[in-house]
């Protein structure tokens, strides 16, 4: 029996992307019943079992602790759990399933903003029409908590079964709570998004149960799995540094890292060899710079690595600690 339990989307994009990013960090799934089949594999992971579910299942089964793991979006674990502490840990965000849930109203009501020109038609609203201005979403914690921190209270909630963005024009609602990518969808019928209205931005969330069983077992393959995705990504945004540093290396050495967030992986085994040096992809330049201003006119090169190892492993040490908080003592 597998020690861990984790949780995927079972069909479209999501699905895709999510096989995409554990087999691009070698842990490649494998369905073990065909196309159709709910559980899979992952590669080099034996104690590790998945589960094929939908988006909102992961985030039923994580907040119930029936997985160990899952990914989801943040929307969909938000809206079931206004309250995260002691019962979601969001390991890592994915860099996909990118989408906003936002507060948009009809694109005629010219005078209308922001939320707090919301709460002016709410108020306008409930005199004219003795009745409460309508909001359909299917978000309703979150619209709730977010109408509740702008200060709106004049207005009722109506409970989206289908399109949302269709509810104004079809009369059963004058604003919406809904999410989007793009708001072409809300643009094409006739809706804006008001200036301060956007509630959450949501992608594709790596989410940890704080409720579920970790045992050592589980603990142990929570570890290695997170291991390699760290290393993959640290692997993703850095750069292998190589260069010959002659005299003070320590004192070039101390400046790339102040000026560049660089850190060495090897050294020479004689004076004045070739050093190792990993830094983060967006400040290669600054540290090539800093090169030259130290006066260092040696060659330098760079190289791709596929995998970083660090001693330290964050990812799991964040998961480690929010687990040991909210059961201390159970391991």
């Not at 206004?82 to 948009?104: C, M, Q, S, W, Y």
């Not at 709410?122 to 909001?135: D, E, N, Q, S, V």
């Not at 142990?220 to 990504?233: K, T």
Request: charged residues 20%.
């Amino acid at each position: 029996m597998a020690a861990l339990t984790l949780a995927i989307p079972s069909k479209g994009r999501l699905q895709e992307q999510v096989g995409e990013y554990f087999a691009d960090a070698g842990a490649a799934l494998k369905q073990s019943a065909g196309a159709r089949g709910y559980r899979a594999t992952i590669a080099g992971f034996a104690d590790i079992e998945v589960m094929l579910l939908s988006a909102s299942e992961i985030a039923s089964a994580l907040i119930s602790g029936d997985v160990h793991l899952g990914v989801t979006g943040e929307d969909l674990l938000r809206e079931q759990a206004p309250e995260f502490k002691g019962r979601i840990h969001l390991v890592k965000p994915l860099g996909f399933g990118f989408a906003n849930v936002v507060v948009a109203v009809p694109q005629y009501w010219i005078d209308v903003s922001t939320m707090a020109d919301l709460d002016d038609v709410c108020a306008a609203f409930a005199h004219k029409h003795r009745r409460r201005l309508r909001i359909a979403t299917k978000y309703l914690q979150m619209t709730r908590g977010f109408f509740a921190h702008m200060g709106i209270s004049d207005y009722r909630i109506v409970e989206s079964a289908g399109a949302t963005e269709g509810a104004p024009a079809a009369g059963t609602a004058e604003a919406i709570v809904d999410i989007t990518t793009t708001g072409a969808t809300l643009a094409a019928n006739g809706l804006k998004i008001l200036e301060d209205g956007v509630i959450l931005e949501s992608q594709a969330q790596l989410a940890a149960s704080l409720s579920a069983d970790w045992s050592r077992g589980a603990r142990a393959a929570c570890e290695g799995l997170l291991a390699r995705l760290g290393a993959r990504e640290r692997a993703r945004t850095s750069q292998i540094l190589r260069v010959r540093l002659d005299g003070d290396a320590d004192r070039v050495l101390a400046a790339l890292a102040k000026a560049a967030e660089a850190t060495v992986l090897s050294r020479p085994t004689a004076a004045g060899g070739e050093y190792s040096i990993l830094c983060p992809r967006p400040r290669l330049m600054d540290a090539i710079a800093e090169l030259r201003a130290l006066g260092c006119d040696a060659p330098a090169t760079t190289q791709d690595a596929d995998y970083v190892f660090d001693t330290a492993n964050p990812l799991y040490a964040a998961l480690a600690a929010a687990l040991d908080q909210s059961a201390p003592g159970i391991v």
